[in-house]
């Protein structure tokens, strides 16, 4: 009989405020938003920090995760994909099984395990750093 694959989360002792401590395990990621910014040299120069480059955007079916049923979007800021071997870009769903944060001081990595049963393989871990990120939750 084969055995299925366990899939834990874990976080920093000290989360950000916008993370979802307390999970999104059956979350479906319905779309993924790509966006390049216009690069505006002064303002890089001034506000290097608050500075966005880019965006990478999951939009979030959150109604039948077991504990975090209330995130509808997440947003990373000046990301870099480290799997670049997956996209999640022009797909159907993709379940959201469990992931890592990691917190380097400077920015973040992301790591998800996923399902997509239309795809092969059909489990597969997504890695993204970025700087920043903001989550929009149901009201």
């Known amino acids: 009989m084969k055995q299925g694959n366990i899939h834990t989360s874990t976080f920093p002792p000290d989360p950000p405020s916008w993370y979802w401590v307390r999970g999104l395990h059956d979350a479906c990621i319905t779309g993924v938003e790509v966006m390049e910014f216009p690069f505006d040299y002064s303002l890089f120069i001034k506000e290097k920090e ?3 480059r880019n965006l990478f955007a999951l939009k979030i079916d959150a109604k039948g995760a077991l504990f975090d049923t209330s995130i509808k979007e997440i947003l ?3 990301y870099k994909i ?3 071997e997956v996209s999640l870009e022009n797909r159907k769903k993709i379940w959201w099984k469990a992931d890592r944060l990691t917190d380097h001081v400077q920015y973040y990595v992301l790591e998800i395990d996923l399902a997509d049963f239309d795809a ?3 489990e ?3 890695r993204i750093k970025f700087d920043r990120a903001e989550v929009h939750r149901k009201k």
């Open 50 to 52: 608050n500075y966005n």
């Open 76 to 78: 990373l800021y000046n």
């Open 82 to 84: 480290l799997s670049e």
């Open 120 to 122: 092969d393989p059909e």
């Open 124 to 126: 597969f871990t997504f």
